[in-house]
Protein backbone atom coordinates (compact mmCIF):
# COMPACT_ATOMS: atom_id res chain seq x y z
CA UNK A 1 0.00 0.00 0.00
CA UNK A 2 1.34 3.86 -0.87
CA UNK A 3 0.11 7.07 0.17
CA UNK A 4 -0.43 8.44 -3.15
CA UNK A 5 -1.59 12.36 -4.01
CA UNK A 6 -5.34 12.37 -6.22
CA UNK A 7 -5.71 16.07 -6.28
CA UNK A 8 -2.61 18.32 -5.69
CA UNK A 9 -4.41 20.95 -6.56
CA UNK A 10 -7.70 20.91 -4.38
CA UNK A 11 -7.53 22.93 -0.84
CA UNK A 12 -6.25 20.67 0.93
CA UNK A 13 -4.38 18.33 -1.32
CA UNK A 14 -6.58 14.98 -1.68
CA UNK A 15 -4.39 11.74 -0.72
CA UNK A 16 -5.11 8.34 -0.63
CA UNK A 17 -3.76 5.19 0.61
CA UNK A 18 -3.90 2.06 -2.14
CA UNK A 19 -1.46 0.00 -4.82
CA UNK A 20 -0.09 2.43 -6.59
CA UNK A 21 0.42 -0.11 -9.37
CA UNK A 22 -3.27 -0.19 -9.61
CA UNK A 23 -4.12 3.54 -9.63
CA UNK A 24 -1.46 3.82 -12.72
CA UNK A 25 -2.97 1.12 -14.76
CA UNK A 26 -6.76 2.36 -14.39
CA UNK A 27 -5.28 6.30 -14.75
CA UNK A 28 -3.56 4.61 -18.15
CA UNK A 29 -6.37 2.78 -19.25
CA UNK A 30 -9.00 5.92 -18.83
CA UNK A 31 -6.45 7.82 -20.75
CA UNK A 32 -6.67 5.17 -23.47
CA UNK A 33 -9.77 5.02 -23.90
CA UNK A 34 -10.30 9.29 -23.75
CA UNK A 35 -7.78 9.06 -26.70
CA UNK A 36 -9.61 6.83 -28.46
CA UNK A 37 -12.52 8.97 -28.39
CA UNK A 38 -11.27 11.98 -29.36
CA UNK A 39 -10.42 10.70 -33.25
CA UNK A 40 -12.45 11.76 -35.91
CA UNK A 41 -14.28 9.75 -37.97
CA UNK A 42 -15.96 10.32 -41.11
CA UNK A 43 -19.97 9.79 -41.28
CA UNK A 44 -20.93 9.73 -44.44
CA UNK A 45 -25.04 10.43 -45.26
CA UNK A 46 -26.50 9.38 -48.80
CA UNK A 47 -28.93 11.27 -50.56
CA UNK A 48 -31.24 10.77 -53.42
CA UNK A 49 -32.87 13.01 -55.81
CA UNK A 50 -36.41 12.49 -55.27
CA UNK A 51 -35.85 11.97 -50.97
CA UNK A 52 -39.17 13.33 -49.48
CA UNK A 53 -39.15 15.87 -47.16
CA UNK A 54 -39.55 13.93 -44.24
CA UNK A 55 -36.49 11.54 -44.97
CA UNK A 56 -34.88 14.88 -45.79
CA UNK A 57 -35.20 15.92 -42.24
CA UNK A 58 -34.53 12.56 -41.18
CA UNK A 59 -30.75 12.91 -42.63
CA UNK A 60 -30.38 16.49 -41.35
CA UNK A 61 -31.29 15.82 -37.78
CA UNK A 62 -28.72 12.78 -38.57
CA UNK A 63 -25.76 14.89 -39.58
CA UNK A 64 -26.59 17.51 -36.96
CA UNK A 65 -25.93 14.91 -34.21
CA UNK A 66 -22.95 13.48 -35.50
CA UNK A 67 -21.28 17.22 -35.99
CA UNK A 68 -22.30 17.41 -32.23
CA UNK A 69 -20.10 14.24 -31.23
CA UNK A 70 -17.21 16.01 -32.99
CA UNK A 71 -17.59 13.70 -36.26
CA UNK A 72 -16.76 15.08 -39.99
CA UNK A 73 -19.50 14.27 -42.48
CA UNK A 74 -19.65 13.64 -45.96
CA UNK A 75 -22.86 14.02 -48.16
CA UNK A 76 -23.21 12.08 -51.43
CA UNK A 77 -26.47 12.89 -54.08
CA UNK A 78 -26.81 9.00 -56.05
CA UNK A 79 -28.52 10.58 -58.93
CA UNK A 80 -29.32 7.27 -61.35
CA UNK A 81 -30.84 6.87 -64.40
CA UNK A 82 -32.79 9.71 -65.87
CA UNK A 83 -31.85 11.43 -62.99
CA UNK A 84 -28.50 12.33 -64.68
CA UNK A 85 -30.50 14.59 -66.59
CA UNK A 86 -31.01 16.70 -63.78
CA UNK A 87 -27.85 16.98 -62.49
CA UNK A 88 -27.68 20.78 -62.67
CA UNK A 89 -29.79 20.85 -59.51
CA UNK A 90 -28.06 18.93 -57.56
CA UNK A 91 -25.70 21.48 -55.73
CA UNK A 92 -29.26 23.23 -54.95
CA UNK A 93 -30.22 20.30 -53.17
CA UNK A 94 -27.00 19.69 -51.43
CA UNK A 95 -27.25 23.99 -50.41
CA UNK A 96 -30.70 22.79 -49.12
CA UNK A 97 -28.81 20.46 -46.43
Known sequence: MDL???AP????????????GKFRYEQERRDRKNRTKKSQEVK???LGYNTG??????????AK?????????????KLVGRENAFSFKAPELLQKA
Not at 53 to 62: E, L, P, R, S
Not at 65 to 77: A, D, P, T, V
Request: proline share 5%.
Open 53 to 62: DGDFQVKINQ
Open 9 to 20: QATPPVAKILDY
Open 65 to 77: RFISEGHRIKLRL
Open 44 to 46: EIR
Open 4 to 6: VLI
